[in-house]
Nanobody, 125 residues
Framework: VQLQASRGGLVQAGGSLRLSCAAS????????IGWFRQAPGEERKFVAG?????????DYGDSVKGRFTISRDNAKNTAYLQMNSLKPEDTAVYYC??????????????????WGQGTLVTVSS
């Protein structure tokens, strides 16, 4: 599967932005989808994950809980990351990733098989 993240952008602190991750190929519903981010000089970190199928299971990194929401639309082969109440520390390159038939909504990057190209989100103070 190939993943294409939507363009990020520049947002003021307190604002919102929605990223999408469009997948090509078949069987999108069979993939766990995760979002990760990497700020300059830092390691890539887990942001959110959603289980395959109907997406009954979701998981979030501690720093985004209550502000970010992950969802999926299998009919459109697309996953989304709705980001609200953005903070300057959310500034990073965001990546979507897919894990075939994975368990739950894993937060471990090494378990993901496919990665999108990354998109920059900048939050100004």
């Amino acid at each position: 599967v190939q993943l294409q993240a939507s363009r990020g952008g520049l947002v003021q602190a307190g604002g919102s932005l929605r990223l999408s991750c469009a997948a090509s190929g078949r069987a999108f519903s069979r993939y766990v989808i995760g979002w990760f981010r990497q700020a300059p000089g830092e390691e890539r970190k887990f942001v959110a994950g959603i289980s395959w199928g109907g997406g009954a299971t979701t998981d979030y990194g501690d720093s985004v809980k209550g502000r970010f929401t992950i969802s999926r639309d299998n009919a459109k082969n697309t996953a989304y990351l709705q980001m609200n109440s953005l903070k300057p520390e959310d500034t990073a390159v965001y990546y979507c990733a897919a894990h075939y038939y994975g368990e739950g909504a894993t937060r471990f990057s090494h378990e993901y098989d496919y990665w999108g190209q990354g998109t920059l989100v900048t939050v100004s103070s």
